[in-house]
Protein backbone atom coordinates (compact mmCIF):
# COMPACT_ATOMS: atom_id res chain seq x y z
CA UNK A 1 0.00 0.00 0.00
CA UNK A 2 1.53 3.55 -1.23
CA UNK A 3 0.51 6.67 0.47
CA UNK A 4 -0.92 7.66 -2.79
CA UNK A 5 -3.35 4.99 -3.20
CA UNK A 6 -4.84 5.69 0.85
CA UNK A 7 -7.69 7.73 0.22
CA UNK A 8 -8.03 10.45 2.34
CA UNK A 9 -11.43 12.63 3.76
CA UNK A 10 -12.64 15.31 5.64
CA UNK A 11 -16.12 14.82 6.48
CA UNK A 12 -16.91 14.54 9.79
CA UNK A 13 -17.44 11.78 11.92
CA UNK A 14 -19.86 9.26 11.21
CA UNK A 15 -20.40 5.39 12.56
CA UNK A 16 -17.32 3.77 11.77
CA UNK A 17 -15.22 6.33 10.36
CA UNK A 18 -13.57 9.26 11.91
CA UNK A 19 -10.63 11.76 10.52
CA UNK A 20 -7.76 11.75 11.75
CA UNK A 21 -4.22 11.11 10.67
CA UNK A 22 -3.54 7.45 11.07
CA UNK A 23 -2.96 4.56 8.20
CA UNK A 24 -6.26 2.30 8.17
CA UNK A 25 -7.78 -0.50 6.37
CA UNK A 26 -11.22 -0.14 5.78
CA UNK A 27 -13.01 -3.25 7.02
CA UNK A 28 -15.87 -2.85 4.19
CA UNK A 29 -13.71 -1.91 1.09
CA UNK A 30 -10.72 -3.04 2.12
CA UNK A 31 -8.80 0.18 0.68
CA UNK A 32 -6.45 1.80 2.63
CA UNK A 33 -7.35 5.36 4.09
CA UNK A 34 -6.16 8.03 6.44
CA UNK A 35 -8.29 8.25 9.32
CA UNK A 36 -8.63 8.52 12.84
CA UNK A 37 -6.45 5.63 14.62
CA UNK A 38 -9.87 3.74 15.59
CA UNK A 39 -11.87 4.34 12.62
CA UNK A 40 -12.33 0.96 11.03
CA UNK A 41 -14.20 2.23 7.77
CA UNK A 42 -12.88 4.78 5.13
CA UNK A 43 -15.81 7.86 5.10
CA UNK A 44 -16.95 6.50 1.56
CA UNK A 45 -18.56 3.21 3.65
CA UNK A 46 -19.29 4.99 6.54
CA UNK A 47 -21.55 7.42 4.59
CA UNK A 48 -23.32 4.64 1.96
CA UNK A 49 -23.84 1.84 5.46
CA UNK A 50 -26.20 5.11 6.76
CA UNK A 51 -27.72 7.39 5.14
CA UNK A 52 -28.95 10.23 6.87
CA UNK A 53 -32.78 10.12 6.47
ZN1 LIG B 1 -14.43 1.52 2.66
Given at each position: MKWDEMKEDKRPKKGAWAPGYYTNKCQECGDGFIGD??????ADCAYIEQPSK
Open positions: KRAHSC
